[in-house]
């Protein structure tokens, strides 16, 4: 059983999120500096001085997540619009990710072999690729293949993102782009939201199949830009 789903209603406006991410950055430090603060204390115990730090430790990592998701290639709203050679960015990416999927024993195979081009911010494709391909891999605990596949189909760019995954049920596909909406201990529930977001904005499309126990299959679709 798989499903379709192509939505974008339950996206911000671009200054809403603005907002509402700097929170989920600075949150988790003002929690950190909380706890630093605590540690200036003499009269600790080992066992709260270990908690305290523990805390620190899980705020800032929150932080960093958060940042990952959402700021890794800077700002978007700055980007400026140009063309962009799929082939070349799918390689780029794909060697960015290339240690991650490593770590992870998942086994990236990259089908680009043709020169696609569109429109749209480069820093803003590459944030939106990174975090769907690092779902996907974050999919496969115990490590397996990812697909990703460049073609041109009926006149439009089409990018599948393909993982041996968990998979998702209906209603965890119907939460997608849904910001905060997580189901990973250490999740931000941002990178489906951003990248959602870039999509959009480049006049994109979102297909997604997925299936408990299978694997999930995300399509973009891209209007081509002629060169
Ligand atoms: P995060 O990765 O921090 O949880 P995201 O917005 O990137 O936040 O993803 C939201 C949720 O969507 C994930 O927690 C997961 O439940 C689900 N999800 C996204 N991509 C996949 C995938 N390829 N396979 C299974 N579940 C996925
Ligand atoms: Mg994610």
Do not use: W
Not at 57 to 72: N, V
Not at 94 to 100: D, L
Not at 107 to 114: G, L, P, R, V
Not at 206 to 217: D, M, Y
């Amino acid at each position: 059983l798989s499903k379709v789903i192509r939505k974008f209603e339950k996206l911000k406006t671009v200054s809403e999120l603005a907002a509402s991410i700097s929170h989920e950055v600075r949150n988790p430090l003002t929690v950190t500096r909380g706890f630093i603060q605590l540690l200036r204390d003499p009269n600790l115990t080992e066992e709260e001085k270990k908690l305290y730090i523990n805390f620190s430790m899980e705020a800032l990592d929150k932080a960093e997540a958060t940042i990952t998701d959402y700021l890794t290639f800077a700002k978007p709203s700055l980007d400026h619009v140009e063309r962009l050679d799929l082939k070349k960015e799918l390689d780029y990416i794909a060697n960015i990710i290339n240690p991650f999927a490593e770590i992870n024993n998942v086994m990236i195979e990259c089908q680009n072999d043709m020169n696609i081009y569109i429109t749209g911010g480069k820093q803003q494709f590459h944030q939106c690729l990174i975090n769907l391909i690092k779902n996907g891999i974050e999919s496969m605990p115990d490590g397996g293949k990812m697909h990703i596949h460049l073609q041109k189909i009926n006149e439009k760019a089409v990018i599948t993102v393909t993982d041996t995954g968990m998979g998702m049920t209906d209603e965890q596909m119907e939460q997608l782009g849904t910001p905060y909406y997580t189901t990973k201990v250490k999740g931000t529930g941002l990178g489906t939201m951003v990248m959602y977001n870039s999509v959009k904005a480049m006049q994109g499309e979102i297909k997604v199949e997925s299936e408990v126990g299978r694997g999930t299959r995300f399509s973009l679709f891209f209007p081509v830009t002629e060169h």
